[in-house]
């Protein structure tokens, strides 16, 4: 039996500057364990590779959503198909990119640009991270400029800012469906093609059963971008936001959820360990 891990970073595995280091126990654990952790993120490859470099992270990584999936070309040494089985049945395409097979599964960027552009001129006042200087998006995220120019680099999915009632916001997000694109909300409201996050782990599942037969799945994320990922696996586990507290619609729709005992990193770094404790012993 093989445990995978997957997991949200922003709030989740990093808290809000950005650090692990309280997430540190339990990445020893895994590592002397050689369980895989693959980030699965709305950030950006830019960003993740950034990240993964610091954590010593070398699995395969999910970017944007689940936009794109970038496994190492020497990852796996089992035949990777073009067509999974089960709910996920639709073709996809791998492509190498450097030291990568990428898999896309997420809308091409100019798309996603040319959506938001007719919504403000159906009266919506957005503001994507396209319309966004670095200097811009580092004011408003807090990023460091470095930081501001790897989010920018999208591909798949793009975050925008939309200031509204309740009415507005459900208005805004009828307009994107009937476009035939759909959206999440994490920090940011996004917008992206047919792809989640829950997509993107169902087919990296099936390689790594190919690959080592039976796994047993871990998935940990904070947010409602996080739900489709949380559906996919055996364990979803939820982390406490800022205050404390449990996003209501995670629990909601994420039947079994494991509420984590702990904020971001912390919680992130109890529930690992007691999973390591219960799934694998």
Known sequence: MKLI?????????????????????????????????????SKTKMEIEHMRKKMKNSHPFIS??????????????????NLPAGRQASRFQIKEERSYLVIKLGADYTELRNVLAELRTEGFDVTGFGDM?????????????????RARQRYFDEPFVFHGNNKEVANIKRRICSKGFNYTQGEFFHIMGNSDKGRAVD????????QHGKIVTVALGDSPNDIEMLQNVDYP????KKDGSYNREVLKKVKGCIKADGIGPDGWNKAVIKLLETVVS
């Open 203 to 210: 087919i990296l599942k099936r390689f790594y059963a190919k």
């Open 237 to 240: 586990v939820v982390v406490q």
């Open 133 to 149: 200087s670095i200097k811009e998006i580092a004011a408003l995220t807090g990023l460091k400029p470095a930081d501001a120019k």
């Open 5 to 41: 891990i997957f997991t949200d970073l922003d709030c989740t595995l990093l808290d809000t500057d950005y650090s692990f280091r309280k997430a540190l126990p339990a990445l020893e654990l895994i590592k002397a364990q050689s369980v895989p952790v693959v980030l699965c993120s």
């Open 64 to 81: 944007e959503n689940g936009g794109g999936i970038y496994v190492p070309k020497w990852y796996f040494t089992c035949h990777i198909p």
